[in-house]
């Protein structure tokens, strides 16, 4: 399965739940340097133990919740395709 696969369904997901589509928003301060901020609500991939899963972020420091823990790529794509599935249930979109 491609990389691309699952990137593509979590960016469907920010869409979908109205998440910021981009993870961190920078800001130039007065002196030149730049200070980051997380876009609270972004859905991503977390990657660590030669694996993924789904995390969404939590706060504007960059902390993080994730959904269902580690797995495949396969196992994490099935978690998100249910999700956008449970989304447009919800929304009255899909029979």
Same mark, same amino acid.
């Given at each position: +399965?491609?990389?691309?696969?699952? /990137? ?6 920010? $869409? ?5 589509v981009t993870p961190w928003t920078s #800001?130039?301060?007065? *002196? !030149?340097?730049?200070? @980051?901020?997380? &876009? %609270?609500?972004?859905?991503?991939? /977390? @990657?660590?133990? !030669?694996? #993924?899963q789904l995390a969404r +972020?939590? &706060?504007?420091? !960059?902390?993080?919740?994730?959904? !269902?823990? @580690?797995?495949?790529?396969?196992? $994490?794509?099935?978690? %998100?395709?249910?999700?956008? *599935?449970? @989304?447009?249930?919800?929304?009255? %979109?899909? #029979?």
């Amino acid at each position: +399965m491609k990389r691309t696969t699952l /990137d593509a369904a979590v960016q469907r997901l920010n $869409i979908l739940t109205h998440s910021p589509v981009t993870p961190w928003t920078s #800001q130039e301060l007065p *002196d !030149g340097s730049t200070r @980051f901020t997380s &876009n %609270v609500g972004h859905w991503h991939l /977390d @990657f660590a133990y !030669g694996q #993924q899963q789904l995390a969404r +972020m939590h &706060n504007t420091a !960059g902390g993080v919740e994730t959904f !269902g823990g @580690f797995g495949t790529k396969r196992d $994490i794509l099935a978690r %998100v395709l249910a999700m956008i *599935d449970g @989304f447009r249930l919800a929304e009255g %979109v899909a #029979q």
